[in-house]
C-alpha cells in the first residue's frame, strides 16, 4: 500500500476549499460552489469507505501508516489509523457531505465561505483523529477553533459573538496545559510519537500532572460538567450546520482524546483519577438531564442532551472494560447521528417559522407528518430505545460499568429515565397536542434534500441498532488490546 | 587590519549615509532619488554581510571590541531586510502627509548602522556608542511629522525617557567598569569569580536600560504614547527593527561576560517575561487605538522572546530569535494592513474603523485574520511556532510556572485579537477604503501573510538557519 490514503484523506476538503477560494464568487457561483464542495466531501466519504474495506480489524497494529520528516530531529509528521480511529473518521466523512447538503435551507450569505469553513474543519477533525504523534494531533485539535469560530461568529443567531468568543476562549484555556503536557513529554522521553510513548512508557512521577493537563483540555471539549456551559450557547447560536459538526464531530474528539492518550499513556495516573470522571460522569449524567427537562429552546435542550450523554461517554471509558469502552465509542457514533439528525430537525422548523421555542410549535403532526415520523425516530433513538443505535451503546456502557462499580451503575441508569422523560416530553410538546398557533398551518412538509439527509441519517441509526456487529468487530481487537496494555502497565507500575 | 572586509557592511553603510546627505543637500527635489539609492543601499549592505561574514568562524577585531560571528551576522542581515521593507511600504504614507523628505530614508540608515554597531558590539563602550546612534535617530524620527502635535510630544517623550535609561545603563557600565578593570565583555568574563555581588549591580542597571529600549515591563511606559503618536510608518519601524538589535545585545550581553551569573540574572528575566507577556495582554484589552492595541501587543510578544532569552540555552536563543523574526513577519503583515485603511488622504487607526472589512476588502480582512490569530499563537499558523519553541526550550530548563503563566496570557491575549477578528467579520460594514496602494504595501502584505499561512508546511528551514547559533 503506498497510496497515501490518509493523507489524502485530511489535504482532499482543503483542496477542495482552495478551488472554492479561487472560484469567487457571485450569486450564481453560489451554485456551482456547492456542488464543488458536496463531490470533494463525497469522494472524501467514498475514499473513508475504501478505507474501512481495506482496514484489517484482526490486529490492533496502527495501519497505513505514513511517516515522513517534518521539523527536522524534531517531529515527524506521522498518521495511521486503528479500530480505535477509524470510525470516527467514517462519521466525520459521513456528515460533512449532510452538512453541505443542509446549507440549502440556511445559510443566505456568504455561502462560498462558509464551505470553505465546512472543507477546512473537515481537514483538520480527519487529521485529530488519525494523528500519530502529540504535536500533529494538537496542532489540528487546536486548528479547528478557527473555521469553528468563524462559522458561529458570522452565520449565528443574535447572541453569536458572545457564543463565539466563549466557545473559543473556554477551549484555549482548556488546551494550552495540554500544550505544556506535550512538551514535558517530549523533555521526558525525548519523542512525541505516540506508538513509541505506547512501547516506552511514560515516567510515573509525572503521570498525575500529565493526566490532568490533557484532562483540563479534554473536559472542556467533551464538555464534562462544570466545564460545559460554553456548548449550550456555541450550539444554540451556531447555524444548523455548525450545530450539527459541532455535536456529531467536535465532542467526540475528546472522547477518542480520552481512550487514545489518557488510558493509553497515562494507565497508573488514569487509575487513580477514575473516581473524578466517575462523579463528574455521573452529575453530568443526573444533573444536565434535569437542566435539559427545563428548557424552553430546543437547540438548548438538545445541547444539555449532549452533555448527559458525552457524561455516558466519558463513564464508559473509564470503566476499562471491554464492554464500557466499545459502548462509549458506539454511543458517541450514534450520538453523532442521532445529535446532528436532532439538530437538523430544529433546522427544518426554525426555518420555517423563526423560532426555536417548544411553545411556539404544538400539535404539527397533522401538517408535517414526514417530518413528524423521523423526528421520532430520532428522540427515541437519543433516549435509547431498543432497536436503536442509542441503546447499543447506552447498554454496553452500563454493562461495563456494573463490573467495575455498582453504585455508579445505578445511579447512570436513572439517567435514562429522565433521559426518556426529557427526549418524549418534547416531542409531545412539538408534534402533538393541540394545533395553537394558526401560523404553523403555514408549514409545508420536508423538501427533497431534507428529506435525503434525515433518512440518510436514519438508516445507519436502526442499522446499527439491529445490527451492530460491523462496528464491534473494528474496534473489539484494538480495545482488547488496550485493555491488555493498560492492565500490563498498570502491574508493572509504568 | 586584513580582516577589515568583516566590518565592511559597517564601513559601506556609513559612506552611504555621507554621500546621501550631501546628495541631498545639494541637488533639490531629491526626496525620491534618495529614498531610492538608500533601498539599493540596504539591500547592497545586506548582500555584502551575506556575502562577507556569514560563513566565518567567530572573530574579533579592534582589540576584541568587535564580534563577528554567526548571530551577528544574521541578525545584521534581519535587521537590514527589515528596514528595507519598512522603508519601501512608507513612502505613501509619508507622501500623504508631504512628509517624504530626504531625512526620512537616512535618518533610518543611521538608525540600522547604530544597530548593526550594537549587534557587532563585544566591549561595552561600543555597545553604548551604538545605541545612542540608533536612539538619536529614532529620537528624530518619532517627530517626523513635526507639524502633528502628537509627534512631537511622542518624539519628546522618548527623548526624554530614553535619556533617562541610558543615563542608567551608563551607570551600569561604569559599575561594571570599576569592578572588573575593562569594559571588555571577554575581559569582564575572565574577572568574575571574585567580586559578585557588586556586578550584580551593574547587571541590573544594564538590563534596566535594555529593558527600556525593548519596551519590556516595567519599563514599557513609554511605548504606548510614543507609538500612538508617531508616523505610522515610524511606529512600524519602531516595533520590529530596534527590537532585533536590543534582543542580540540582551543575549550577548547576558551569555558572553555573564554567563556565570545565571542564578542572578536569570530570575530578572523570568519576571520582566511574566510581567511583559500577562500586562501586554491585560492592558490591551482596553484599547481603542490601533497602534495603541499594536504597543501592548508588541509588548506582550517581548515577554514571549525574553522567555527564550531567560532559559538559559543555546535552545533558548535560538528559540528567541526564531520568535522574533516570525513577530516581525507579522508585525510587518500586521501594518501593511493598517497602512491600507486610508480613505481622502485621511488614515484611519481606530479599532472601529475595522468594523465589516469583511464585507468591503475581503481579501484585506482575510489577510489581517490570518495575521491576527498567527499573533494569538494559533496553530497551524507561524505564530504557534514561535511559541512553541519558546516554550520547549523553557520546559526543557523545568521553568514550568513560566511556561503555564506564559500560555495562559496567550489565552488572555487571545481575547482582543479576536475582538479585531469580530469587528471585522461580524460587524456592519462602514465606507470602503481606497484601494490604489502600491506594489511595496501589496507585496508586503501579500508575502508576509503567505509565509504566515504555510509556515507549517516548510518548518525546518527557519530551524536549520538559526540552529547555527552558538553563544555558549
Known amino acids: 500500500m503506498n497510496f497515501p490514503i490518509l493523507s489524502s484523506l485530511i489535504l482532499l476538503p482543503s483542496i477542495g476549499a482552495l478551488f472554492l477560494f479561487f472560484t469567487k464568487s457571485d450569486k450564481k457561483n453560489n451554485f456551482t460552489g456547492k456542488y464543488v464542495a458536496l463531490f470533494t466531501s463525497a469522494v472524501n466519504f467514498f475514499l473513508s469507505i475504501y478505507l474501512w474495506i481495506l482496514f484489517d480489524p484482526t490486529t490492533s497494529e496502527f495501519q497505513f501508516v505514513e511517516e515522513r520528516i517534518w521539523i527536522k530531529d524534531l517531529i515527524n509528521y506521522k498518521v495511521g489509523v486503528d479500530g480505535i480511529s477509524i470510525l470516527f473518521i467514517l462519521l466525520t466523512t459521513f456528515i460533512t457531505p449532510l452538512c453541505i447538503v443542509s446549507v440549502n435551507n440556511s445559510i443566505k450569505e456568504r455561502l462560498s465561505e462558509f464551505l470553505i469553513a465546512v472543507l477546512i474543519m473537515e481537514s483538520f477533525m480527519i487529521g485529530v483523529f488519525c494523528s500519530l504523534d502529540l504535536v500533529i494531533f494538537y496542532l489540528f485539535f487546536e486548528a479547528g477553533l478557527i473555521p469553528m469560530f468563524l462559522i458561529i461568529g458570522i452565520w449565528g443567531g443574535a447572541r453569536r459573538v458572545y457564543s463565539a468568543f466563549k466557545f473559543f476562549l473556554y477551549t484555549l484555556l482548556g488546551s494550552v496545559l495540554m500544550l505544556v503536557a506535550i512538551i514535558t513529554i517530549y523533555w521526558l522521553n525525548g519523542t512525541t510519537d505516540v506508538v513509541e510513548l505506547y512501547n516506552s512508557g511514560i515516567d510515573i512521577k509525572y503521570q498525575n500532572l500529565l493526566w490532568l493537563a490533557f484532562f483540563s483540555s479534554f473536559a472542556v471539549k467533551t464538555p464534562m460538567w462544570p466545564v460545559h456551559t460554553w456548548l449550550p450557547d456555541a450550539h444554540v447560536e451556531a447555524p444548523t450546520a455548525g450545530s450539527v459538526l459541532l455535536a456529531a464531530i467536535l465532542l467526540k474528539m475528546a472522547g477518542y482524546g480520552f481512550i487514545r492518550f489518557s488510558l493509553g499513556l497515562f494507565p497508573v495516573a488514569s487509575e487513580i483519577f477514575t473516581p473524578l470522571i466517575y462523579t463528574l460522569s455521573v452529575i453530568a449524567i443526573i444533573f444536565t438531564s434535569f437542566i435539559a427537562l427545563m428548557q424552553e429552546d430546543m437547540k438548548k435542550l438538545i445541547a444539555y442532551s449532549s452533555v448527559a450523554h458525552m457524561g455516558y461517554v466519558t463513564l464508559g471509558i473509564f470503566t476499562i472494560q471491554q464492554q464500557g469502552i466499545e459502548g462509549s465509542i458506539i454511543q458517541m457514533i450514534s450520538h453523532g447521528l442521532v445529535s446532528a439528525a436532532l439538530f437538523l430537525c430544529v433546522g427544518v422548523v426554525y426555518d420555517r417559522m423563526h423560532s426555536r421555542l417548544i411553545n411556539t410549535y404544538g400539535g404539527i403532526v397533522s401538517i408535517i407528518p414526514k417530518y413528524s415520523i423521523l423526528f421520532m425516530l430520532f428522540t427515541l433513538a437519543a433516549l435509547g430505545l431498543p432497536g436503536t443505535s442509542g441503546f447499543v451503546g447506552e447498554f454496553l456502557i452500563l454493562m461495563g460499568a456494573f463490573k467495575d462499580n455498582f453504585l455508579v451503575a445505578v445511579i447512570a441508569s436513572l439517567g435514562v429515565i429522565i433521559g426518556a422523560a426529557y427526549m418524549l416530553w418534547l416531542y409531545k410538546r412539538v408534534v402533538f397536542g393541540k394545533l395553537i398557533n394558526t401560523d404553523l398551518k403555514q408549514m409545508f412538509d420536508l423538501n427533497r434534500s431534507e428529506l435525503f439527509i434525515l433518512s440518510c441519517l436514519a438508516v445507519p441509526t436502526l442499522f446499527f441498532g439491529f445490527y451492530p456487529d460491523p462496528l464491534i468487530n473494528t474496534i473489539e481487537v484494538s480495545i482488547s488490546d488496550l485493555i491488555d496494555q493498560y492492565n500490563f502497565k498498570l502491574a508493572s507500575k509504568t | ?472
Not at chain 2, 519596551?215 to 515610524?234: I, K, L, Q
Not at chain 2, 491600507?340 to 475581503?362: A, Q, T, V, W
Not at chain 2, 504557534?384 to 523553557?394: E, N, P, S
Request: glycine letters at 6%; a neutral charge; hydrophobic letters at 55%.
Open chain 2, 1 to 472: 587590519m586584513e580582516n577589515l572586509q568583516l566590518v565592511l557592511p559597517e564601513i559601506f553603510l556609513s559612506l552611504s549615509i555621507m554621500f546621501l546627505l550631501i546628495l541631498g543637500v545639494f541637488k533639490k527635489n531629491s526626496s525620491r532619488l534618495v529614498q531610492s539609492l538608500s533601498l539599493a543601499v540596504l539591500i547592497v549592505t545586506a548582500v555584502i554581510t551575506f556575502n562577507e561574514t556569514i560563513g566565518i568562524n567567530e572573530t574579533k577585531l579592534f582589540n576584541n571590541s568587535i564580534i563577528i560571528d554567526y548571530l551577528s551576522s544574521l541578525m545584521k542581515i534581519i535587521t537590514l531586510l527589515a528596514a528595507f521593507l519598512v522603508l519601501t511600504i512608507s513612502s505613501n504614507y509619508l507622501k500623504t502627509f508631504q512628509i517624504f523628505k530626504i531625512e526620512y530614508p537616512i535618518l533610518i540608515l543611521s538608525s540600522v548602522l547604530g544597530m548593526m554597531v550594537m549587534i557587532n558590539s563585544n566591549d561595552l563602550i561600543v555597545f553604548y556608542m551604538g545605541l545612542e546612534l540608533q536612539s538619536l535617530a529614532l529620537y528624530v524620527l518619532a517627530t517626523f511629522n513635526r507639524d502633528e502635535i502628537k509627534s512631537s510630544e511622542a518624539g519628546l517623550k522618548y527623548f526624554v525617557l530614553s535619556a533617562l535609561s541610558s543615563g542608567l545603563l551608563l551607570y551600569g557600565c561604569s559599575l561594571i567598569y570599576g569592578f572588573s578593570g575593562s569594559t571588555n565583555f571577554n575581559v569582564i568574563a575572565d574577572q568574575l569569580n571574585s567580586n559578585e555581588y557588586v556586578l550584580t549591580f551593574g547587571i541590573v542597571f544594564i538590563l534596566v536600560g535594555l529593558a527600556f529600549k525593548i519596551s519590556a515591563v516595567p519599563f514599557h511606559m513609554w511605548a504606548p504614547d510614543v507609538y500612538e503618536g508617531s508616523p505610522t510608518s515610524v511606529t512600524l519601524f519602531f516595533t520590529m527593527v530596534p527590537k532585533i538589535a536590543a534582543l542580540t545585545v540582551f543575549i550577548r550581553f547576558l551569555y558572553v561576560p555573564f554567563l556565570n551569573l545565571i542564578d542572578q540574572w536569570q530570575m530578572i528575566l523570568i519576571f520582566l517575561s511574566i510581567a511583559s507577556m500577562l500586562f501586554g495582554a491585560i492592558a490591551a484589552i482596553g484599547q481603542t487605538n490601533l497602534k495603541r492595541l499594536v504597543a501592548y501587543s508588541s509588548i506582550g510578544h517581548v515577554g514571549y522572546a525574553l522567555a527564550g532569552v531567560a532559559a538559559g540555552t543555546n535552545d533558548g536563543i535560538q528559540s528567541s530569535v526564531i520568535y522574533i523574526t516570525i513577530y516581525i513577519l507579522m508585525n510587518l503583515g500586521l501594518f501593511s494592513c493598517l497602512l491600507m485603511l486610508k480613505r481622502d488622504n485621511n488614515y484611519y487607526e481606530k479599532i472601529d474603523d475595522l468594523s465589516g472589512l469583511s464585507k468591503n476588502h475581503p481579501m484585506l480582512a482575510l489577510s489581517l485574520l490570518i495575521i491576527l490569530f498567527s499573533l494569538a499563537g494559533i496553530p497551524p499558523l507561524a505564530g504557534f511556532f514561535a511559541k512553541f519553541y519558546v516554550f520547549k526550550a523553557v520546559i526543557e530548563q523545568s521553568m514550568y510556572f513560566l511556561a503555564i503563566v506564559g500560555l495562559l496570557s496567550t489565552v488572555v491575549a487571545a481575547f482582543y485579537y479576536l475582538r479585531l477578528i469580530k469587528i471585522m467579520y461580524f460587524d456592519e460594514q462602514k465606507e470602503k477604503y481606497d484601494t490604489d496602494h502600491g506594489f511595496w504595501l501589496k507585496f508586503s502584505l501579500t508575502a508576509s501573510t503567505l509565509l504566515i499561512l504555510i509556515y507549517f508546511i516548510f518548518p525546518s528551514q527557519l530551524i536549520e538557519v538559526v540552529s547555527r547559533i552558538n553563544i555558549i
